[in-house]
């Protein structure tokens, strides 16, 4: 699209020839189109366009040579004849103004130290430059790869699902194959001997043989259960989840389970009537589910 303001077109190409951009370029050069203009119709210039307006180096020196012959006729402060005040952009083509350009960088003997300008295309009205270039490397973030982490699919969910099955034909295979038919009611008058706790509370009625009940019911599930467990975050702090770093904590929480489960073996298969100590394959097996 054409410019309706009209421009100066040599201040334009002299400041192109000096390395200015083309925005301050074109924009200097209207400044001085607009300020030769009001000089030619007589109009007085603001104080700010007085102290900006100065002549051309070519135009003042015209000025001076027409001065000392003393009937040459002075151009005005801007330096800018009329025929070349009149030019425009818009009365320009593309190719025009790239040649003139082109020549007053020859001129300034810059020619050979710039590159050509680019072609324009249909339709391209204004030149773009380009700024910078952002390498891709540089906005992304490469991490290291975890190697501690799988997927939860397929390796975590693919693994639940094989131990699922192998536990869903344990079950099946178990109450299948043994007979575990229902006894009789429940007589308040008769007890059974041996009379045990279910299997998951053997390891207290084991603790019944060697400590006061107080201490076995009450002391050690309390102290280890309770407050054992609320301990445990405030005792130990180390986020990580490997064993090498974590020995103390693997440490007692094997012991615990060993001792546990030692005391649940005890009393299911080496305790018999009374809950005296007896040998399995003496005394016969004193267990039931």
């Known amino acids: 699209m054409a410019e309706n303001v009209e421009m100066d077109q040599k201040v334009y190409d002299e400041l192109i020839a000096a390395g200015k951009s083309e ?11 607009v300020r030769a203009k009001k000089e030619a119709a007589g109009e007085q210039l603001g ?41 425009s952009p818009g009365g320009l083509t593309p190719e025009e103004r790239q040649a003139r350009v082109a020549a007053a960088l020859a001129a300034k003997g810059n020619g050979g130290a710039k590159p050509a300008a680019p072609t324009r295309m249909a339709g391209q009205d204004h030149t773009h430059r380009l700024l910078a270039m952002v390498p891709p490397n540089g906005i992304q973030q490469i991490r290291a790869k975890q190697e501690d982490k799988v997927y ?17 034909a344990f079950v099946t295979l178990l109450s299948t194959l043994p007979a575990f038919p229902l006894r009789e009611l429940a007589n308040s008058n008769i007890t059974p001997n041996p009379s045990k706790a279910p299997w998951y509370f053997l390891g207290l009625q084991e603790l019944l043989r060697y400590f006061h009940p107080m201490i076995a019911g009450v002391t050690i599930p ?36 060993l001792g546990s489960g030692m005391m649940t073996l005890v009393g299911s298969f080496f305790r018999g009537p009374g809950f005296n100590w007896v040998w399995p394959w003496v005394d016969g097996l004193f267990f039931e589910l």
């Open 23 to 33: 925005r301050i370029a074109r924009a200097k050069a209207k400044s001085a189109a």
């Open 47 to 87: 104080p700010r366009e007085a102290s900006t307006a100065a002549p051309a180096p070519a135009a003042a020196a015209t000025a001076a040579a027409g001065g000392g012959g003393g009937g040459a006729t002075a151009r005005p402060a801007g330096g800018v004849a009329t025929a070349e005040r009149s030019l």
């Open 152 to 168: 939860t699919w397929p390796h975590l969910i693919s693994a639940e699902f094989v131990a699922l099955l192998a536990m869903t």
């Open 222 to 257: 309390g102290i280890v259960g309770l407050l054992g467990l609320m301990a445990i975050p405030y005792l130990d702090k180390n986020p990580s989840v490997r064993p090498e770093n974590r020995k103390t904590a693997f440490t007692l929480m094997t012991f615990f389970l």
